[in-house]
């Protein structure tokens, strides 16, 4: 059974950092693309960030590139969001999910984690 | 960058077909999904590659693709179809609709 268990959201200032982590079980996260999906409250899904398997392949997107890193452990079957530079914009809703290994679509989600960004 | 454009908004009523439309420069050329959200809960691929459905997701729902627009439909829509629902495609990234929100009344 697949599970994608995010964590590290929380309540943080403007200008500060949070880290979240995503963990996942149930099929071989090691061969998968991961990515960041997020939601403002009352709105839409916004993509963020994906790394492919091999874990330097990677990109972000425009409204989050130079504050936001994605990144991955292997070994702990873990997917990573470093997000630097926080702004009240980037209050949401973070997803990590997985890309179906052929048919390219976003298979599994997990629950999310709340981020919000008040001083 | 590229965008998908969705209606904010359709209503259907019980058993009736409900059709969503999404709207992008040649999106025919590309592959779209569906992805279901209903409230409190993570999205659920119901159509990928344009008209493919996942194992568990009702034949009620079909989809197409061509030319400009991505379509969605919903044959005898149920009450537990109401939900918002997103495109989406690849555009060198993921890109997303902005969501339409389903009514059945």
């Known amino acids: 059974q697949v599970q994608l268990v995010e964590s590290g959201g929380g309540v943080v200032q403007p200008g500060r950092s949070l880290r979240l982590s995503c963990a996942a079980s149930g099929f071989s996260f090691s061969s998968s693309g991961m990515h960041w999906v997020r939601q403002a409250p009352g709105k839409g899904l916004e993509w963020v960030a994906v790394?492919?398997?091999?874990?330097?392949?990677?990109n972000h997107a425009d409204s989050v590139k130079g504050r936001f890193i994605i990144s991955r452990d292997n070994s702990k079957n873990t997917l990573f969001l470093q997000m630097n530079s926080l702004r009240a914009e980037d209050t949401a809703i973070y997803y990590c999910?997985?890309?179906?290994?052929?048919?390219?679509?976003?298979?599994?989600w997990g629950q999310g984690t709340l981020v919000t960004v008040s001083s | 960058s590229y965008e998908l454009i969705q209606p904010p908004s359709v209503s259907v009523s019980p058993g009736q077909t409900a059709s969503i439309t999404c709207s992008g420069d040649?999106?025919?050329?590309?592959?779209a999904s569906w992805y279901q959200q209903k409230p409190g809960q993570s999205p659920v691929v119901v159509i990928y590659q344009n008209t493919q459905r996942p194992s568990g997701i009702p034949e009620r729902f079909s989809g197409s693709n061509s030319g400009n627009t991505a379509i969605l439909t919903i044959s005898g829509t149920q009450a537990v179809d109401e939900a918002d629902y997103y495109c989406q495609t690849w555009a060198n990234t993921a890109v997303f609709g902005g969501g339409t929100k389903l009514t059945v009344l």
């Open positions: 999910a997985s890309i179906h290994p052929t048919n390219s679509y976003f298979d599994y």
């Open positions: 040649k999106l025919g050329d590309k592959y």
């Open positions: 790394i492919w398997s091999d874990g330097v392949t990677k």
